[in-house]
């Protein structure tokens, strides 16, 4: 199983960008997938998470603004981004917890992170 990550980049502050995560490989079912981010300098923190059923949690920096969605018929999850601010730089990654064919266990993936920067 694998996790992309895709749709970082250069933004301008008050701008949008929409982040994509496919998961791939031998997929089951994909339970809980959360959104991380890791800035210069700081550890990796939590953004948001949303549940197979498709309930969303998200961090008090990003509530309001950020939107996390899921489309399991293409294995993805979506973030998507407005009134982004300067604060907001990092890499940002994904995670998900995936049931893989004939496995009874779920094991939690990472993408590879893509990199969002705003600045004007």
């Known amino acids: 199983v694998q996790l992309q990550a895709c749709g970082g980049g250069l933004v301008q502050p008050g701008g949008s960008l929409r982040l994509s995560c496919v998961a791939s490989g031998s997929i089951f079912s994909i339970n809980n997938m959360g959104w991380y981010r890791q800035a210069p300098g700081k550890q990796r923190e939590w953004i948001a998470t949303i549940t197979s059923g498709g309930n969303t949690g998200y961090a008090g920096s990003v509530k309001g603004r950020f939107t996390m969605s899921r489309d399991d018929a293409k294995n993805t999850t979506y973030l998507q981004m407005n009134m982004l601010k300067a604060g907001d730089t990092a890499v940002y990654y994904c995670?998900?917890?995936?049931?893989?064919?004939?496995?009874?266990?779920?094991?939690?993936?990472w993408g590879q992170g893509t990199q969002v920067t705003v600045s004007s």
């Open positions: 995670n998900a917890g995936v049931v893989s064919t004939g496995s009874l266990a779920e094991t939690a993936y």
